[in-house]
């Protein structure tokens, strides 16, 4: 009797752990489908003077510094990092390893935050105006799969703000609108699938880029509720990879610029590989770019 409902328990839990794997497999084909959709061949067009002679002094600054003259314009960008990641101010620092892809189109960020039995794997993007986050305890167990329009809005303000790491999507010719504040803080006014998004840069004297500020989507009030919600960090070091200069070290976190600064995310790039050919030419993410609608 005992052997049978121990049987019967077993077998149970083996069908469950099945289904779980099923589906994890089946959430990860769709993240590395999207991925490979988001890697685009470098554009013929190299990046001249001409392409920024309208702009305001420190925005032309910036980008000589971002871009070497006679440089591919990149339509995306593939990137590795490491770094740590903590769920709210009072808990501890955790480690955390991902790879991102990010292109004129949306992003994937795939990543491993915390070790051992503890270990969340999952991913977040945006792409095909579809914003979703999803992460699993171990890789099997899921804790979070949320895809709604509060996802899609904060998703389109992370979009955004990691286009600092492919500033040729940043560019005029992508419909992007630059003012300047004054000779340190310059402003890119954008749309990303008809969403309005405006980043502030601070930037030095030679335009390397101290500070990233914007507004972003999120829950992070003391109701819980969403609204827009300051949010950037700092750069600590930068890299030059075939022709661009981005950010190699930087904090990042909600409420930047305030007192109530909740600081929870500390990454550095480790590569950065601007011209990789798609794997699958026949297949493109659907629509145009975001950007411009």
């Not at 006679?70 to 955790?94: C, H, N, Q």
């Not at 827009?228 to 981005?246: K, L, R, S």
Request: without cysteine; negative net charge; glycine residues 8%.
């Amino acid at each position: 009797m005992f052997a049978k409902v121990f049987f019967s328990i077993g077998l149970l839990l083996a069908i469950a752990l099945l289904i779980l794997v099923i589906l994890q497999l089946r959430n990860e084909q769709e993240v590395n489908r999207i991925w490979r959709l988001l890697l685009t061949a470098p554009a013929e067009t190299r990046f001249t003077e001409g392409m920024i002679a309208e702009l305001p002094p420190p925005a032309r600054r910036y980008f000589f510094h971002a871009i070497a003259p006679g440089t591919p314009l990149a339509t995306s960008v593939s990137l590795e990092m490491s770094g740590s990641f903590r769920m709210e101010r009072d808990k501890p620092w955790i480690p955390m390893r991902a790879q991102e892809i990010i292109s004129a189109k949306g992003f994937v960020w795939k990543a491993a935050i915390g070790h051992g039995l503890f270990q969340f794997i999952g991913a977040d993007y945006y792409a095909n105006k579809s914003g979703r986050m999803q992460f699993s305890l171990g890789g099997l167990i899921p804790l979070v799969n949320a895809h709604n329009p509060d996802v899609k809005r904060s998703s389109i303000g992370r979009f955004a703000g990691e286009l600092l790491w492919l500033p040729s999507v940043l560019l005029p010719q992508h419909g992007v609108s630059w003012q300047a504040i004054d000779e340190r803080t310059i402003q890119a006014s954008l749309k990303i699938d008809g969403e309005p998004v405006t980043l502030t840069l601070v930037i030095d004297s030679e335009g390397k880029v101290q500070k990233i500020s914007f507004p972003r989507w999120g829950e992070h009030t003391d109701d819980g509720s969403f609204t827009y919600i300051p949010f950037g960090g700092e750069v600590q070091q930068e890299q030059t990879f075939a022709g661009f200069t981005i950010p190699s070290q930087i904090s990042l976190g909600w409420w930047f610029g305030t007192d109530s600064y909740l600081e929870f995310f500390r990454g550095k790039i480790e590569r950065a590989e601007f011209f990789k050919e798609a794997e699958d030419r026949g297949q493109e993410v659907e629509g145009s770019s975001p950007l411009k609608q």
